[in-house]
C-alpha cells in the first residue's frame, strides 16, 4: 500500500475578524508526498499570508524532505516578518522536532485553538508594525 499524505486546507477568523489560513495534514509526510504539502504551503504563500497555522496532529512520520518544506515556508514567511505556527504535533513528530533541533526554531502550541489564538496576535502585531512604519 503506498504511503498517502491528505491535506486540508481553509480559513478560519477569530473574534477579532482576523482571517488565518489553517493548513491540516494527516498521513506521511516524506519524499513521496511532500510535494502534496508543498503545493498547499505554496498557494498559501501566494495569497500574501502573514501567519499560516501547520496542523500535524495527524502526520504519523516526518522525513527530512518534510523538515526540509517547513523550514522553507517559514524562512519565506520570516522574510515577510510573517510566522508559521506549528500545532498540535504527533508525539512521533514532535520527537523527530526535538532529536534534529527544531523544536526551538519554530513557534509550537499543543492545540488548534492556542494556535489560532497565538496566530491572531502574531497578525496584529504586524499590522501594528506597519502601521507604524507608514
Given at each position: 500500500m503506498p504511503a498517502?499524505?491528505?491535506?486540508?486546507?481553509?480559513?478560519?477568523?477569530d473574534d477579532g475578524g482576523v482571517a488565518i489560513p489553517i493548513i491540516q495534514a494527516s498521513g506521511r509526510l516524506d519524499a513521496g508526498t511532500v510535494s502534496i504539502l508543498e503545493r498547499a504551503l505554496l498557494r498559501t504563500l501566494h495569497s500574501a499570508a502573514k501567519v499560516i497555522i501547520l496542523d500535524l496532529s495527524e502526520v504519523t512520520y516526518i522525513s527530512s524532505s518534510g523538515l526540509r518544506v517547513l523550514l522553507t515556508c517559514r524562512r519565506q514567511l520570516r522574510e515577510r516578518q510573517?510566522?508559521?505556527?506549528l500545532c498540535a504535533l504527533s508525539q512521533n513528530v514532535r520527537d523527530v522536532f526535538d532529536m534534529v533541533g527544531f523544536t526551538a526554531l519554530?513557534?509550537?502550541?499543543?492545540?488548534?485553538e492556542q494556535a489560532r489564538h497565538v496566530a491572531a496576535e502574531t497578525v496584529r502585531k504586524i499590522e501594528s508594525r506597519a502601521g507604524g512604519n507608514t
Open positions: 498517502s499524505l491528505v491535506v486540508h486546507e481553509f480559513t478560519a477568523e510573517g510566522e508559521l505556527i519554530f513557534g509550537i502550541v499543543d492545540t488548534l
